[in-house]
């Protein structure tokens, strides 16, 4: 007997130190390596379904109830290879969303140009640095009066820190491009500079195809109906090539904070929706808003883990914690109070917005939730290929998702009187 009782209470310190363990830097940095483990997370991908199965799996082990909605977006382009080729130097390039429908395979090879007549030339332009992540008004004026130049393809170079192949979000109801528009990152500029100067062709090899109807999933997981006021949490799970630093950290502190919901059996009942589809138009959260989430009247709060919330600035080629330099807490006004208690240990500065919330919180705000909190951010390597596991670490990702479990352990307490 007395075997058994202490079995029983090593059992249970096993179990307590395992709860407490879901918070701590370790934990967290797991799971974003799980994530990046699944390599590429384009909506409709293998990655994408594997990252998916993952998550459901995960909060199914926490007590949650799991059902996946379906989320069908009309187009996707899949890209098997792409380079760009100039003075005997071969770089990888990314076709920019949305390229011609004819054009999702092609081989071509003309002169690089930048000035003078272009037509049937390969012409380089650039857009500068913007801070930004969604293509926009300015990108498509200047890619449109590029192709009007009748160039046969456009050779672009996008600025961020990194000096790499850079992607802005896009609409499915973005037109496609009339000419091919390929990136390459400007560290490659010196190659294409001898191209231009010694008049060199350019060489492209493309490889891709389009998919229409392509689909995949949101992840839904429900506990606690019943038990309380209706608090949802939302995370994306798609994005540019790996996008390890974008998404991770997020994904990590939403199954941290299912996970110490569920253990702690929290008098509330919770909603969370990992949503597909964010960087070609939102589809997996503008399709919950629309058929699945509790109505605003319905619902205390709202919190979103958004894209770079717990990643490394970098300075002058060094690793530093000076997150706070590309981080932002996106809040209603009403969460002002609240956060400033729960973030105390958290650099990052405050968006409290009104009209507009940033990312898929636009969506959200736009439907009419009242109160909401999130976190999104940039960091050196975000939108590029390099997006790694290099950008965070144990020791930036713990307080954020200590505070956050913190905001919501205090909605849970206080209810309404959380919001004023």
């Known amino acids: ?25 370790a934990s967290l940095y797991e799971d974003v390596a799980r994530y990046a483990s699944f390599g590429l997370h384009r909506f ?37 290879r792409a380079s760009a080729e100039a003075v005997g130097i071969s770089v990888e390039a990314t ?25 049937g030339k390969v012409l380089r332009i650039e857009l ?9 008004p300015a990108h498509r004026t200047a890619i449109a009066e590029a192709a009007a130049r009748k160039p046969a393809a456009i050779l672009l170079m996008i600025g961020n820190p990194a000096d790499d192949r850079f992607a802005y979000n896009v609409t499915q109801e973005d037109a496609p491009w009339p000419v091919p528009v390929m990136v390459v990152g400007a560290k490659a500029r ?36 019943g038990r309380g006021p209706t608090i949802v949490v939302s995370t994306p799970m798609t994005g540019w090539y790996t996008c390890v630093c974008e998404r991770g950290p997020g994904i990590a502190n939403f199954l941290a ?37 509790p109505a605003p009247k319905d619902t205390l709060a709202w919190i979103h883990f958004g894209s770079s919330n717990a990643c ?26 609240l956060t400033d208690e729960a973030f105390v240990a958290v650099a990052a500065k405050r968006l409290v917005t009104e009209k507009q919330a940033v990312g898929e919180l636009r969506d959200v705000h736009a439907a009419g939730y009242a109160n909401f909190l999130g976190m999104a951010g940039r ?15 144990p020791e930036i990702l713990e307080p954020v998702a200590r505070a956050f479990v913190d905001a919501a352990r205090k909605i849970v307490e206080r209810g309404d009187a959380a919001f004023r």
């Open 1 to 25: 007997m007395r075997h058994i009782l202490i079995a029983t209470v090593v059992a249970l310190m096993i179990g307590q130190a395992a709860a407490k363990d879901v918070l701590s830097g």
């Open 44 to 80: 409709g991908s293998l990655g994408d379904r594997a990252t998916a199965d993952w998550i459901a799996g995960e909060l199914s082990a926490a007590g949650f109830a799991i059902k996946f909605q379906p989320v069908v977006l009309g187009r996707q382009y899949v890209v098997e």
């Open 95 to 119: 076709p920019f969303w949305w390229p011609p429908e004819d054009k999702a395979s092609f081989h071509l090879s003309a002169p690089l140009a930048r000035d003078g007549d272009v037509a």
């Open 128 to 136: 500068p640095f913007d801070r930004g992540a969604y293509l926009g």
């Open 190 to 225: 010196a190659t294409f500079e001898r191209a231009l100067a010694s008049g060199a062709p350019v060489t492209f090899d493309v490889a891709g195809h389009y998919e229409r109807d392509v689909s995949g999933r949101n992840v839904i997981a429900e506990t606690g109906i």
């Open 257 to 293: 904070l299912a996970r110490t919901v569920a253990a702690e059996k929290w008098p509330a009942h919770f909603v969370f929706i990992a949503t597909a589809g964010h960087e070609i138009g939102h589809g997996g959260m503008e399709l919950f808003l629309k058929d699945g989430a």
């Open 312 to 337: 490394y600035a970098v300075a002058e080629g060094a690793r530093t914690d000076r997150a706070e330099e590309e981080r932002y807490l996106v809040l209603s006004k009403s969460a002002v109070t």
């Open 379 to 393: 960091h050196h390597t975000f939108h590029t290929p390099a997006d790694d596991l290099g950008a965070t670490g």
